[in-house]
T-cell receptor, first 114, second 113 residues
Framework: DTGVSQNPRHKITKRGQNVTFRCDPI?????LYWYRQTLGQGPEFLTY????????KSRLLSDRFSAERPKGSFSTLEIQRTEQGDSAMYLC????????????FGPGTRLLVL | GQQVMQIPQYQHVQEGEDFTTYCNSS?????IQWYKQRPGGHPVFLIQ?????EVKKQKRLTFQFGEAKKNSSLHITATQTTDVGTYFC?????????????FGTGTRLTIIP
């Protein structure tokens, strides 16, 4: 499968715990995006990488959230001290990086914070 | 900030009937993209519209981009059960170094067989 992959697909955690999600973009794609989707809503932008550089972070991304893409390939999104409001689907997307390129989404990681 | 609104939020149609969803942006867009998300799935890219007034067709699906590049529509002719899902529009504003998508709220389509 040469699409965007995400792991784990599902995560249940207790409030206060830390969680980390991984995204493997389509190879050769140098742009990688993280979005969050809650029930009944469209995906909301969280942050974006051009290769290994994190170029923008949404105001939705509190200090408890951190994302990395150390080698410009896979990316990780960590949430520290999880809260019940963090429960959502976390989606990763990648694109080649040219002008007006299509973003291809992964299957998402569904997080439930108890 | 940029907002993208979509109507209706829900649409229930009999199989064979037509379906339309409308998308409106608070700001002029560089392009608009449409995605389909099946229940329990992730957004899957359908199409991208770039030019003012552009119309594109994919079999029973017709996509339009408004002249002012602030609104768009998706029309499905003669719906089938495979069309079930939530349809999202997503706008992009280029030129600021970030090609993030701003998604609409989606229109959830259900088909009555």
């Amino acid at each position: 499968d040469t699409g965007v992959s995400q792991n784990p697909r599902h995560k249940i955690t207790k409030r206060g715990q830390n969680v980390t999600f991984r995204c493997d973009p389509i190879s050769e794609h140098n742009r990688l995006y993280w979005y969050r989707q809650t029930l009944g809503q469209g995906p909301e932008f969280l942050t974006y990488f051009q290769n290994e550089a994190q170029l923008e972070k949404s105001r939705l991304l509190s200090d408890r959230f951190s994302a990395e893409r150390p080698k410009g390939s896979f990316s990780t999104l960590e949430i520290q001290r999880t809260e019940q409001g963090d429960s959502a689907m976390y989606l990763c997307a990648s694109s080649l990086g040219g002008n007006q390129e299509t973003q291809y989404f992964g299957p998402g990681t569904r997080l439930l914070v108890l | 900030g940029q907002q993208v609104m979509q109507i209706p939020q829900y649409q229930h149609v009999q199989e064979g009937e037509d379906f339309t969803t409308y998308c409106n942006s608070s700001t002029t867009l560089s392009n608009i993209q449409w995605y389909k998300q099946r229940p329990g799935g992730h957004p899957v890219f359908l199409i991208q519209l770039v030019k003012s007034g552009e119309v594109k067709k994919q079999k029973r699906l017709t996509f339009q981009f408004g002249e002012a590049k602030k609104n768009s529509s998706l029309h499905i002719t003669a719906t089938q059960t495979t069309d079930v899902g939530t349809y999202f529009c997503a706008g992009q504003i280029l030129g600021f170094g970030n090609e993030k998508l701003t998604f609409g709220t989606g229109t959830r389509l259900t088909i009555i067989p």
